[in-house]
T-cell receptor, first 111, second 110 residues
């Protein structure tokens, strides 16, 4: 059973489009996260939700909007995609400040 | 703000050689975590150290947490091609988020 699953795995789209990435975890964790990994492999947190409530919101353009319908799901919607949004986006879950389980990642390429 | 620095950024070794990556935090940490990311993969949790001066081993991997709980190291003895990947350390911040080091990418020549 996959612990943290995110879809799609690859996303290739045009600049200006809107896209969504979905994430689900079956580990029973209350807290879920979105990370962005750039081409230099630097991992930076974007958002964190605890039991459907936003607890971390880093300096991220407001084109990025997370949504958590329940504590097992955390989706990421991105409006008006830009070239600089090209990266790998990882969903993760785990208690705050404790080890986290990552999804396989979504490789976003903007044409 | 709080920073976690990791060196070196890249390391190329011959198979069988040892490898070490170092992690330094600007603040005292309640714990330090290590992750491994294989090429094309996702970060996978390896280990967590909590106590000052703690040393833990996983087969050929040895993890240390400094006495001041501000630095840590990961040492791999006799590297194998299966050790290839990027190793990240991560420490908790006082705002509830994990701060990741920049990672050390290990290449092993057979």
């Amino acid at each position: 059973d996959t612990a943290v699953s995110q879809t799609p795995k690859y996303l290739v789209t045009q600049m200006g489009n809107d896209k969504s990435i979905k994430c689900e975890q079956n580990l029973g964790h209350d807290t879920m996260y979105w990370y962005k990994q750039d081409s230099k492999k630097f991992l930076k947190i974007m958002f964190s939700y605890n039991n459907k409530e936003l607890i971390i919101n880093e300096t991220v353009p407001n084109r990025f909007s997370p949504k958590s319908p329940d504590k097992a799901h955390l989706n990421l919607h991105i409006n008006s995609l830009e070239l600089g949004d090209s990266a790998v986006y990882f969903c993760a879950s785990g208690p705050v400040n404790q080890p986290q389980h990552f999804g396989d990642g979504t490789r976003l390429s903007i044409l | 703000g709080q920073q976690v620095m990791q060196i070196p950024q890249y390391q190329h070794v011959q198979e069988g050689e040892d490898f070490t990556t170092y992690c330094n935090s600007s603040t005292t940490l309640s714990n330090i975590q290590w992750y491994k990311q294989r090429p094309g993969g996702h970060p996978v949790f390896l280990i967590q150290l909590v106590k000052s001066g703690e040393v833990k081993k996983q087969k050929r991997l040895t993890f240390q947490f400094g006495e001041a709980k501000k630095n840590s190291s990961l040492h791999i003895t006799a590297t194998q091609t299966t050790d290839v990947g990027t190793y990240f350390c991560a420490g908790p911040s006082n705002t509830g988020k994990l701060i990741f080091g920049q990672g050390t990418t290990l290449q092993v020549k057979p």
